[in-house]
């Protein structure tokens, strides 16, 4: 039997949803609370209802958070539910009510509320709740900023195995998105062409083509990416225009788009793509991407030996790791190796090869607030930078403990650390 006192969910919604409440900071406060009992659930239910009230009788306030709306805090808690007998409420009871409030606002289009409105849809996305996710195309239609970077968030929900993947690539066909949330309607349409499906392809359109043309030449650093996604989608057209498109991308500034560039040239057929991506083995900043493609294509026999050496693969893989969305999301301007040595490795029990990378990203010339950032980092086990630990100044016994300190951390093992530290690193390394 359920406990007939209000648990601390039901309590921070109360207070979140009074008069003056701030329902983000409340449940803030909860830290992470597992959504499991029905009751739980229902409160949910009722706290929506509660907002929805209130929008009602103030449509241009957003309910009772003095700061923030409560819609994303409350339609975050559908991500919590942990057990089928919560989840069953909130999907039966509670996405009627959600998709209400989404008819309700999206009508009055408040810019404040964009984020908030997709991240709905997003919710809708991961409950498969089909009614909802008609809404993706009218919150496209309405005058919501296309640039948002959560329309990237959105559309990766609709992963592979998504079961109305198709459906909401087929219902964004026509007219397309346009802005981020175009490039991010190309990556999903990308990735599902790459398994045979979205046939055709949506931008194999003379209005497709034309999107594709200004984002392959933006000049926007920034838009680089943009022009990656449209080198993903080459292979998948058959409009003339493909390869006048293609020859921009093969001469683009950026090396990670130029790489990109030329495996869609191999894919298509072409011998120069092979060859390209041969060159591009060399170039330590994109090595790492040119000879996956070549392995993946099996050309590997076009990899140069020189791109085979420990020490360059080591600075390649580094590079790599920087160009992640996590990390950089770009190449560095400098990279150097500080230190190698083969060495008794804690974290993986073997002795191993290690190396200690540092970079260097260059100040913006046309920023006179902006400084050159160096960091170190290692290859050789798990690759990766610990941000706000190291330095090119520490010692490299000092940043090799600390990795080790980190790495057992990550893998739970019962010999790591509570805390990260040169002293504890070092003893376990026998150093």
Not at 341 to 364: E, F, G, M, S
């Amino acid at each position: 039997m359920e406990s007939s006192e209000p648990s601390p969910l039901e309590q921070a919604l109360e207070r979140g949803l009074a008069p003056g409440g701030k329902l983000s900071q409340e449940l803030g406060a909860l830290g992470d609370y597992p959504l499991e009992t029905i009751a739980d659930a229902r409160a949910v239910v009722q706290a929506l209802r509660t907002y929805a009230d209130q929008s009602k009788l103030s449509p241009m306030g957003g309910g009772g958070d003095c700061d923030c709306s409560p819609l994303h805090p409350l339609a975050s808690l559908f991500q919590e539910a942990e057990t089928d007998e919560a989840y069953l409420v909130l999907e039966t009871y509670g996405l009627p009510i959600l998709l209400e409030i989404f008819d309700q606002r999206l009508p009055l289009a408040i810019a404040d509320e964009g984020e908030d409105l997709i991240f709905v849809l997003k919710i809708f996305v991961i409950y498969r709740y089909e009614l909802g996710m008609q809404r993706i195309v009218a919150a496209l239609r309405q005058p919501l900023d296309h640039d948002l970077y959560v329309w990237g968030v959105l559309f990766e929900t609709v992963h592979d195995e998504h079961p109305d993947r198709q459906l909401i690539c087929n219902q964004l066909r026509d007219p397309l998105p346009t802005g981020f949330a175009g490039v991010a309607y190309l990556d999903l349409v990308n990735r599902l062409a790459s398994h045979g499906e979205a046939q055709p392809h949506p931008f194999d359109t003379s209005e497709g083509i034309e999107l594709l043309r200004q984002w392959a030449l933006s000049e926007r650093a920034e838009e680089s990416s943009y022009a990656q996604s449209v080198a993903h989608a080459l292979p998948f057209l058959s409009r003339p225009e493909r390869d006048e498109i293609l020859t921009v991308l093969l001469n683009h500034e950026d090396q990670l788009v130029v790489v990109d560039a030329a495996a869609a040239a191999a894919k298509l057929g072409r011998e120069d793509g092979f060859q390209k991506l041969a060159e591009l083995c060399i170039d330590a900043s994109v090595s790492y991407f040119a000879c996956q493609h070549l392995r993946e294509m099996g050309r590997e026999e076009l990899i140069p030996e020189s791109a085979k050496n420990p020490h360059f693969q080591a600075v390649a893989e580094f590079c790599a790791w920087l160009t992640l969305p996590d990390a950089y999301g770009e190449i560095p301007d400098e990279v150097e190796i500080l230190d190698h040595r083969v060495a008794a490795w804690t974290p993986t029990n073997d002795t191993r090869p290690l190396w200690l990378i540092k970079y260097t990203y260059a100040a913006d010339p046309g920023d006179p607030e902006d400084f050159p950032e160096t960091g170190v980092g290692l290859v050789g086990s798990e690759t990766g930078v610990l941000f706000d630990e190291t330095t090119p100044d520490h010692s490299p016994e000092e940043i090799y403990a600390l990795h080790c300190c980190w790495e057992l951390q990550q893998q739970g093992d019962e010999r790591a650390p509570e805390e990260l530290s040169v002293e504890a690193g070092a003893k376990l390394l026998g150093w």
